[in-house]
């Protein structure tokens, strides 16, 4: 069928590398947050994973761009001896060129980080490397290569019993073994696939997996099959807003009808594809709608309409040349059958001469690669006579001049001498000056690590003398109170008792609240993402802003010292929120991504001014704590609202502790 060709094949390893290998989106906010951390930062290692995350908030939309970000990051590790940090941009240097077609290269990356992993045995990110080996040589054409990788690939997960990344694997094998024309094998995969998903109702995989079953059974020329999965797969689209999706299942199930010949069903599946391409600014793919709906309409006999849209997709003028041969096509067609000669010709030219242009396209890149074999082999054969003639000529020079050569070989050796000494006695103090730094760095945590641990010491205190100290008391007074024997009192007397109660009641659930905001028994008892949770619950209760929470990515778990810190910081914004923004709304947000977890405390309030210096209790406690994240705080206000975001580096904070200890 002629919609399920070597584009969506295309589209689906993009798809799956960019759900494997968890590349963002290109987020302008966070863009921001990190230069501004370049430029406030001195600290290489931070600098470097900067750099790194910016190529690869890059890497889909400006290659040039996140390639020299890499290579700085790569500069910075490397003068750090980070072995995980140079490892991990390798990583993503081998999908930076991978995206830029230039598989060897990507390959011999790729190669590089899987030693590394190897040598730290670390299960989880060998299956992504060779998830991601197979990836680039299915997109480089080698498909027997690419099979063993994933099978590799899947076998880990299979030994860590994890059915999503399984499935997702087997979706991968599923799409090689279709471009091998091999369907059973195909079909097995599929369905494997779909067996571990649908117990576990993983529905966002479900869709791809769904999706690439349409396709096969489209390709068997199995509509009834096709459609049902193409069906299934809408249905999850739409539940689960994937926009992009659900166009495609729109245009691959109007594609089918079209096929059948009922071109009332395949119109209506066609615009609405049209539509959602539209509306998103998805060029390519509207182009391509815009042809097929053409199409439909040629074949209902409809030839204006047919024309209009063809003429519509021409004038977007689309980079694929095989795209504009196809819309030349149809337009000779349609004017052929009206006899509308001229235009009919003409459009014919241009068919040809696009056709051409795609014959000539892959024939020169044919002959250039073997040219290219040709001229390196003649280079080889050529060095190889030049060595030759080299080595004669340096045996008679070796007759002739050996007194000659054994002095200088005396004199460079003590140069050479002389200049490992100077290297490594520079070497010696540029390594103590480090120490030095660092011993410095250290001291200036550990007091900071104090002070914040006598800090939290003397609140846990305080929230048990709260606790068992007055609202002891205060509960004694309340029992006290109601065991008055009232049958004697007259009714004024016994309202005035009531009223007490309830103001002792106030004020026992008030010293509870400064208990529990003292020293939160959530963070002890459960996670960060608990506390946290339950600290914007309490606060959005007693005040007339809503306070919503959002946690994406796994829980992340820390030492107790590095969660309490950050809930602390949390904590102190919230009530900044509360007391001075004026807002309706507030958002606290908390991204776990890979090794670093991002943070956002927002507001719609009145805002302030950012470059006034603000010397207030608790947003020294803000950057205190910050500081001893070994981050920034990052603050933006203006007339829609305030915003704080920290970055925090994980590995590096663990590292610490580990060295600490």
Known sequence: MRFFGQRHILLFFFICSLSFSVIAQNNPEELDSLFQVLRTSDDPKVKATVHSRIAWLNIINDIELAKAHLDTSMQLYSQTNNERGVANVKYRYAVLHRFAGEYDTALTYAREYLDYVNSINDSLALANIYYQLGVIYGQGGDYESSLNEYYNCLRIYEA???????????????????????????????????????????????????????????????????????????????????????????????????????????????????????????????????????????????????????????????????????????????????????????????????????????????????????????????????????EQAEVDYLKKKNQLYLAIGVGGLLLLLATALWLFFRQRQLVKNQEIENLKTQRELTKLESLIEGEEKERKRLAQDLHDGINGELSVIKYKIDTVGQEKLNPKEKSEIDEAVHLLDKAIQQVRNISHNLAPPSLLNFNLNEAIKQNCHNLSASSDIKIDYQSFGSPVKLNLEYETAIYRMIQELLNNVVRHSESTEALVQINHHEDSLDITVEDNGKGYDTSVHHAGIGLKNIHSRASFLNTKCVMESGEMGTSANFHINIDQLNNDKSSNS
């Open 160 to 390: 860590l019993d994890d059915p999503s990344s399984r499935a997702f694997t087997l979706n991968s094998i599923g799409i090689i073994y279709k471009n091998l024309n091999k369907y059973e094998d195909a079909e097995e995969a599929y369905l494997e696939a779909v067996s571990l998903l649908e117990p576990i109702e993983d529905k966002s995989n479900l869709a791809d997996v769904y999706n690439s079953l349409g396709n096969l059974y489209a390709i068997l020329n199995e509509t009834d099959k096709a459609l049902d999965y193409f069906n299934r797969s809408l249905d999850i689209g739409i539940e689960l807003k994937k926009v992009w999706g659900i166009a495609e299942d729109y245009s691959s199930i109007g594609m089918i009808y079209l096929d059948l010949g009922n071109t009332e069903k395949a119109l209506n599946f066609l615009l609405k594809a049209e539509d959602i391409y539209r509306e998103n600014n998805y060029e390519e793919d509207h182009t391509e709608s815009l042809l097929n709906i053409a199409i439909v309409y040629a074949a209902k006999e409809d030839f204006k309409n047919s024309e209009n849209y063809l003429i519509s997709a021409l004038e977007r003028k689309p980079e694929s040349m095989k795209l504009m041969k196809n819309i030349h096509f149809e337009l000779y067609k349609l004017y052929s059958a009206s006899n509308q000669i001229q235009k009919a010709l003409f459009h014919h030219e241009n068919y040809s001469s696009y056709k051409d242009s795609i014959y000539k396209t892959e024939n020169i890149e044919s002959i250039n690669k073997l040219q290219l074999q040709y001229q390196t082999e003649k280079k080889d054969l050529q060095l190889a006579q030049n060595e030759i003639l080299i």
